[in-house]
């Protein structure tokens, strides 16, 4: 089984920046598909950022894309998703999730979620 918790959110202005974390334990994240999701108040949950198990590939929701970066630490098993340039939008709870296959993305299932964190950006 995986847990799956993470850090890192708050209050931050337009244009600030955030790291979020994601700290895994029960597998390392080198034998899992990684993503990030959010979702707002009244809306559905939202694709963010994921990485195939390999790390090589990673994709972003269109709305994040040139903003947000997804990486991971595979020796401190944590992942991690840079928010830069946020807006008012960017507000939301962001889960991280982990899926068992190679493969990552907003088309696929994902197996484990961790219990989010909440972005607030200010205008």
Do not use: H
Not at 15 to 44: E, H, M, N, Y
Not at 48 to 73: C, E, K, L, Q, W
């Amino acid at each position: 089984q995986v847990q799956l918790v993470e850090s890192g959110g708050g209050l931050v202005q337009t244009g600030g920046s955030l790291r979020l974390s994601c700290a895994a334990s029960g597998r390392t994240f080198s034998t899992l598909a990684v993503g990030w999701f959010r979702q707002a108040p009244g809306k559905d949950r939202e694709f963010v950022a994921a990485m195939a198990r390999g790390g090589g590939s990673t994709y972003y929701g269109d709305s994040v894309n040139g903003r947000f970066t997804i990486s991971r630490d595979t020796a401190r098993s944590t992942l991690y998703l840079q928010l830069n340039d946020l807006k008012p939008e960017d507000t939301a709870v962001y889960y991280c999730a982990a899926r068992d296959g190679w493969a990552a993305g907003p088309r696929y299932e994902y197996d484990y979620w961790g219990q989010g964190t909440q972005v607030t950006v200010s205008s």
